[in-house]
């Protein structure tokens, strides 16, 4: 019998599809489930850019266009970052893809070799890992600590520099925490790496969802944009999740290099679907506005309510909108604690470990559900409590 490439042993998953699947199957048998465990937004893609979609549709968009985007949303794209980051970026430094996830592969593929060093953020986006293994470099774990507010030393940074070091993955607000970097310690980031042979791929593709100070990105220091992919999208923003729409802001020589990966993988993307982001760009932002101070809410409320739950204790995250509470007052470990909660109180949600060994002892909450949702599924977790209390 044929066998698959030794390599495919060396991706990833993400978890939350997997209980998404077991939580469907609860469902599919009579039980009601409350679904905290995904994190896409719960809102409607905003009417104007679904009427832009469909006019691109009905205009006859259906056909291939540039592989890396059309020049109308790769202007939008890079007069966006200009207001939102304060930064100068040409059109030619854009590339569109079929969503965010892309430039993760295309990034760390077309800057690291077999052997080569990738520090990334543990705990993090479990596709970090999965990538920096599957093209056979050496994934190099940072701490994000509870302690730090959910952001990680730069000294520990430092620490985990060597020769071999190629790429360094920032992700501020970040998933699964909620946390942000301090300016003061992007700007220790910027002095420690500058000088440095080394490419930074930083993931904002949260940075619209913060509820107190703006976060910054490391392109605003000198000498950090020349050497940085900004990942940024359209999916958390606007709620476009399905529509797969990202891009990526980097130097021309890695440009060219990920539109020529572009070219060998998915040619381009779907004309229609750049229509809608040019009308999101563009378009009112009333809709950004309203979705995040809705999360504000449930940000608040579902803090103070874990904060109830016997054995658990919740940080207040700065964006995204996931709560990462410690659990290790329950005694029990957030595996077994998420698998109880999702089969016992029929709450859904994600073990700590989905996104690293650092995130060992805590369990991650998307508080993108309605309020009364979160609230009921809370009230589950106390009254199952009893468990461990």
Request: glycine residues 8%; hydrophobic residues 40%.
């Amino acid at each position: 019998m044929p066998q698959l490439a030794e390599s495919l042993n060396r991706l990833g998953t993400e978890t939350a599809f997997e209980v998404l699947a077991r939580a469907k199957a609860l469902e599919a048998s009579g039980r009601r489930i409350i679904h905290l465990q995904i994190g896409e937004p719960d809102f409607t893609t905003p009417r104007h850019i679904i009427d832009a979609g469909r006019k691109a549709w009905a205009d006859g968009e259906t056909h291939y266009c540039a592989a890396p985007g059309l020049p109308v949303l790769r202007e939008a794209c890079a007069a966006h970052l200009s207001r939102h980051r304060g930064l100068e970026i040409d059109p030619g430094n854009v590339v569109v893809a079929p969503g965010a996830k892309p430039f993760l592969f295309f990034g760390v593929l077309a800057t690291c070799n077999p052997g080569d060093e990738v520090i990334y953020p543990n705990p993090g986006f479990p596709i970090y890992e999965s990538v920096i293994k599957w093209a056979g470099a050496t994934p190099v774990p940072l701490p994000i600590t509870e302690d730090r507010d959910f952001a990680f030393s730069v000294d520990d940074l430092a620490e985990r520099l060597t020769p071999r070091t190629k790429l360094v993955i920032l992700n501020s607000p970040a998933n699964p925490t909620g946390g942000v970097i301090p300016r003061d310690d992007l700007r220790q980031i910027a002095d420690l790496l500058r000088d440095r042979d080394v490419v930074i791929l930083s993931d904002e593709i949260y940075s619209r969802i913060y509820y107190e100070d703006r976060p910054e990105s490391i392109t605003q220091f000198p000498g950090m944009v020349e050497k940085t992919i900004i990942l940024d999208g359209f999916s958390k923003t606007y709620s476009m999740t399905g529509w797969r729409l990202g891009y990526g802001v980097m130097p021309k020589w890695l440009a060219d290099a990920v539109n020529l990966m572009t070219v060998n993988s998915n040619s381009c993307t779907a004309s229609f679907t750049q229509r809608a982001g040019i009308a999101a760009l563009e378009g009112p932002q009333d809709s950004v506005t309203m979705m995040v101070g809705e999360f504000k809410k449930r940000r608040d409320a579902i803090v103070a309510a874990l904060n109830t739950v016997p054995g658990f204790r919740c940080s207040v995250p700065a964006g995204a909108f996931y709560a990462f509470p410690n659990v290790t007052g329950t005694k029990m470990s957030s595996k077994d604690l998420a698998d109880f909660l999702l089969t016992t109180a029929g709450v859904a949600c994600l073990n700590g470990t989905a996104f690293g060994k650092h995130g060992d002892g805590f369990l991650r909450f998307s508080y993108a559900n309605s309020l009364e949702n979160i609230l009921e599924a809370v009230d589950r977790i106390k009254k199952a409590s009893a468990r461990w209390a």
